[in-house]
């Protein structure tokens, strides 16, 4: 086994098991304990949602993008944050961790110009109701950006994912800017896929 098979190997493991912690507190601890080495863990499976999404962001974003602040939510080791600096995006709030946090997002006085989730909207990770604090924090005129992984474990949280983003839409509460399905967003770690696994980001204007 070649040394980048065995690194690829190394993180599907690491990855499956998170997938045993089951509360919130074994998440936060799980993440905790993998913070130091989860960029370069990360690279190995090519995971390019941060890119992807910060690319949907700055395609459509046309208002001064230094004065711009960007709520990062599930932000961990500030992935998308870099990903937005190269785009001229400067000023970031990121939470994570807990649901203490997305309190404090959700109560801060400040609307945000842009809200972003990458990589936490999946089946044992965020429930999807957050959808709806995401766009209670943007501003109007804002953007809320959002992924989801189109794996076959996740297709049942894609779909109520998707029903609640609609559902949102017809309530008036923002407008669909776009929806860009993406074939080669990661590295598959399942033992029932291989090659890589689709993903999806949406892109959503707040009215």
Same mark, same amino acid.
């Given at each position: 086994m070649s040394a980048v098979d065995n690194a690829f190997e190394n993180v599907k493991a690491i990855i499956l098991s998170a997938h045993e912690s089951t509360t919130s507190w074994?998440?936060?601890n799980f993440y905790n304990s993998w913070a130091e080495n989860y960029d370069q863990d990360v690279a190995v499976l090519?995971?390019?949602a941060p890119s992807l999404a910060a690319n949907s962001i700055s395609s459509h974003f046309s208002v001064a993008r230094e004065a711009a602040v960007v709520l990062d939510v599930a932000c961990g080791t500030g992935l998308v944050?870099?990903?937005?600096?190269?785009?001229?995006f400067g000023h970031f709030v990121g939470v994570d961790g +807990? !649901?203490?946090m997305l309190d404090i997002a959700r109560e801060s006085a400040d609307l945000f110009d842009v809200v972003v989730i990458v990589g936490a909207l999946s089946?044992?990770?965020v429930p999807v109701g957050v959808v709806r604090d995401l766009c209670k924090a943007c501003?109007?005129?804002?953007?809320?950006?959002?992924?989801?992984?189109?794996?076959?474990?996740?297709?049942?949280?894609?779909?109520?994912l998707e029903s609640e983003l609609k559902r949102m839409e017809e309530e008036g509460l923002w407008s669909c800017v776009e929806v860009?399905?993406?074939?080669?967003w990661?590295?598959?770690? +399942? !033992?029932?896929?291989?090659?890589?696994?689709?993903?999806?980001?949406?892109?959503?204007k707040k009215l």
């Open positions: 074994e998440k936060v090519d995971y390019r944050t870099k990903q937005m600096k190269k785009h001229g +807990s !649901e203490a089946i044992g990770q501003k109007s005129g804002g953007y809320i950006c959002m992924t989801t992984r189109s794996n076959l474990d996740n297709l049942e949280y894609k779909a109520a860009t399905e993406v074939d080669d990661e590295r598959a770690v +399942s !033992e029932q896929e291989d090659g890589y696994i689709s993903g999806v980001v949406y892109l959503y």
